[in-house]
């Protein structure tokens, strides 16, 4: 049974890993005014119609994107097609004049139940839309395990990619979750999510902000 999603600081924190440097400080402050977002396509066995949804943070540092229906499974009575899912959302992203952003760094958070013997694996992309692609960073847990579960991945400064001043340009995240029954016991199921049990547990994108050149 899955139990109540409470998850330790020490069990986070052994699960929090970092990819690249760490974040150094940004140009910028946020901007004043207001960010909106909005889903604009939805694609991919994780996330059907209406399971997913975007909120920016009330300081303008970060949004949120919360899935409540993203589950990968294997073992047990689980279909060959449960062990790895995909989710593909296109964000609109309205930011005030003057101002453009990257992302400094992403909080991936789940939640997962993996037998003894079977592991799990989350990888995740983003990219601005008409730009290159962010190199796909996967990261692994190896059963047995039952509990929260959080990576963070970290973009350095210099390599941040800015979205184009004055443009608007769609958000686009890809994400996917597999779980490999390995070793475990056939009966048991394993499985690997990005939601949790009270519906608490968001994925973070937070932002790095640059002013735009003024126009003459």
């Keep these: 049974m899955r139990k109540a999603v409470t998850a330790s600081a020490a069990c986070l924190s052994a699960l929090a890993l970092t990819t690249g440097m760490a974040q150094a400080a940004v140009n910028d402050p946020p901007p004043p005014g ?3 977002l909005e889903v604009l396509t939805v694609n991919g066995s994780g996330c059907r119609a209406g399971t997913a949804a975007v909120a920016p943070a009330a300081d303008n540092t970060a949004f949120t994107v919360t899935y409540s229906d993203y589950l990968a499974q294997a073992g047990g009575k689980s279909k060959p097609t449960d062990m790895r899912k995909n989710c593909q959302l296109s964000l609109g992203v309205h930011i ?9 760094s992403a909080d991936y958070r789940g939640y997962a139940n993996l037998a003894d013997g079977a592991s799990g694996l989350e990888r995740a992309s983003y990219y601005h839309q008409g730009q290159s692609q ?25 390599a941040l990619v800015w979205k184009p001043c004055g443009e608007d340009r769609n958000f ?6 597999r779980v490999d029954k390995g070793t475990s ?9 990005f939601d949790s049990a ?19």
């Design 34 to 36: 207001k960010i909106t």
């Design 96 to 104: 005030p004049q003057g101002f453009t952003y990257a992302i400094a």
């Design 198 to 216: 009270d519906g608490g547990v968001k994925t973070i994108y937070h932002f790095a902000w640059k002013k735009c050149p003024a126009r003459h």
């Design 172 to 177: 686009n995240i890809n994400t996917e979750l």
């Design 134 to 158: 962010t190199a796909a960073v996967s990261h692994t847990i190896k059963g047995k395990y039952e509990d929260n579960w959080q990576f963070t991945d970290s973009t350095p400064v210099g």
């Design 185 to 193: 016991d056939p009966d048991e199921t394993s499985f690997l999510s």
